[in-house]
């Protein structure tokens, strides 16, 4: 992950490694270093900012605005100047801590549902316990809560015809198991300086431009306890301008989600916009 981010800015590679207190590259390269692994949350949160940070800092000053999906959106705040990467690793160390206790006193985890509207989705989660970590995309939600009832909204959403699979994380993040995280978050953010972004900054909490950092400060809590707002966001975008749409973070999953919501919207009759702005 980032073999080509390592070639050209091996100094951010280096202080992000005292940040964190482990060998990040070598994270980066094999999934495992030391008693790090890609696998667990605590790990993998400041790898995935690191990376997302630095390949949008390759692309200079081409984009226009910015916006992250969930931890991502610590990556954009870097992009759009209002956290410095030290203090945006620092501030997901914190993070990733907070939301592990959490995890540790109330166990769950998270299920993607594909095929179903989101109104039929809460309304089966309604009846389980479980919630809403996400909507993706049209048809793409996602599902959060403790264990047995996130396995019972996979079994009734299978039966309403949708393919559903469990996912790979540590937690039922973005539910109210995560309050539990709220305190230890908001006194890390307490401690950094959040400046005014540079660039049109979109929360996908809100799904909406935020550019007073009380309100980005805030939204940062927020998002441990609330769904993320995807596919609000990129129509959002699409509706202020912004016509093309480049994924900065390991791997396409974000650019594919954004191919299927600006789909969707053609098909609805909104035509997406052309060139670039």
Not at 50 to 70: E, I, K, N, Q, R
Not at 77 to 99: F, K, N, P, Y
Not at 177 to 186: C, I, Q, W
Request: glycine share 8%; charged share 20%; aromatic share 4%.
């Amino acid at each position: 992950m980032g073999s080509g981010l390592r070639d050209r800015h091996p100094d951010a590679f280096v202080e992000a490694s005292t940040v964190v207190g482990f060998d990040i590259a070598a994270l980066c390269d094999s999934g495992r270093c030391e008693s790090a692994t890609l696998d667990c949350t605590r790990w993998a949160q400041p790898a995935i900012v690191l990376v997302s940070a630095l390949s949008a800092l390759d692309h200079g000053d081409a984009f226009c605005a910015a916006a992250g999906h969930s931890v991502g959106e610590y990556s954009a705040l870097v992009h759009v100047g209002s956290l410095t990467l030290r203090d945006a690793l620092w501030l997901v160390l914190q993070r990733s801590d907070a939301m592990e206790r959490a995890t540790a006193e109330c166990p769950g985890r998270m299920a993607s549902v594909l095929g179903l509207d989101r109104q039929l989705v809460w309304s089966i989660c309604s009846r389980t316990g479980a919630s809403i970590a996400a909507e993706n995309a049209p048809g793409h939600v996602v599902v959060t809560g403790p264990n047995a009832s996130v396995e019972e909204v996979t079994r009734l959403s299978a039966e309403a015809g949708a393919k559903v699979r469990m996912l790979k994380v540590s937690g039922p993040f973005h539910s109210s198991a995560m309050r539990l995280a709220v305190p230890s978050l908001t006194r890390a953010l307490d401690a950094v300086d959040i400046k005014r972004p540079r660039l049109p900054f979109w929360s996908s909490t809100r799904a909406r431009v935020l550019d007073d950092p009380s309100a980005i400060r805030a939204s940062l809590i927020d998002q441990l306890t609330e769904p993320v707002e995807w596919a609000a966001t990129i129509r959002g975008m699409r509706n202020s301008g912004v016509a093309d749409f480049h994924d900065a973070g390991p791997g396409n999953v974000l650019a594919g989600l954004v191919k299927r919501i600006l789909r969707e919207e053609v098909r609805d009759g909104a035509p997406v916009a052309g060139g670039t702005r």
